[in-house]
């Protein structure tokens, strides 16, 4: 499933390397599908969502037990 050859984003790529899903993420975040494939592909378009949505990831991660910030992801 993973290595379809398009460009991941840092988050993209953390989910990959962990082994969670995005569909795991939506559940676990409250986002909506759009949203979390958003996050994760490589575009730039994921600076567009708001701070809120990117608490949201953050939050369902380290409530699941994974030690991350929002700068491992977006600087």
């Given at each position: 499933?993973?290595?379809?050859?398009?460009?991941?984003?840092?988050?993209?790529?953390?989910?990959?390397r962990?082994?969670?899903?995005?569909?795991?993420?939506?559940?676990?975040?409250?986002?909506?599908?759009?949203?979390?494939?958003?996050?994760?592909?490589?575009?730039?378009?994921?600076?567009?969502?708001?701070?809120?949505?990117?608490?949201?990831?953050?939050?369902?991660?380290?409530?699941?037990?994974?030690?991350?910030?929002?700068?491992?992801?977006?600087?």
């Amino acid at each position: 499933m993973y290595g379809l050859g398009k460009k991941r984003s840092k988050l993209g790529a953390f989910l990959d390397r962990e082994g969670i899903t995005q569909e795991w993420l939506v559940k676990k975040s409250g986002l909506s599908r759009d949203a979390v494939s958003r996050l994760c592909d490589g575009n730039k378009d994921h600076e567009k969502l708001q701070v809120r949505s990117k608490s949201k990831v953050i939050s369902a991660l380290r409530k699941n037990g994974y030690d991350v910030i929002s700068d491992d992801f977006w600087s």
